[in-house]
């Protein structure tokens, strides 16, 4: 599959949106109208010409599919294994780095 790039991802949103709606057969006014944007703003994000987030979450509400923003972005809280190993509780930030011990290199000669 390979690695795809912003440009790549943000065009196949807009297809795939695209096609969403013709298959309900709505028309891009109405579509537009019922988001609350232009129709100039859903042309563009439909082709993929760097739609805003706030463009995107209003079609998809519109559209009632909304709800599939969870697959793009999952809950990182639904870890079962890791729910074990920290005994339910919930992690409130990210761990530091550690500073690693220094310490002297042995030498020939020299007592410990």
């Known amino acids: 599959m390979g690695v795809k790039t912003p440009e790549t991802i943000s ?5 795939k949106l695209e096609r969403l709606r013709l298959s309900r057969n709505i ?11 232009s129709e100039r703003t859903l042309r563009r994000l439909e082709s993929g010409d760097n739609p805003t987030l706030d463009s995107l979450i209003r079609v998809l509400i519109s559209l009632k599919i909304q709800q599939n923003v969870d ?7 639904v870890r079962p294994i890791e ?3 920290t005994k339910g509780v919930e992690r409130q930030r990210s761990s530091s780095t550690k500073p690693t011990k ?7 000669g020299t007592k410990k």
């Open 11 to 15: 065009r196949d949103i807009g297809e």
């Open 27 to 37: 028309t891009q006014a109405e579509l537009a109208q019922d988001a609350g944007i």
């Open 71 to 77: 697959l793009l972005v999952p809950d990182p809280r």
């Open 83 to 85: 729910r074990v190993r």
């Open 102 to 108: 220094k310490t002297k290199q042995w030498e020939w």
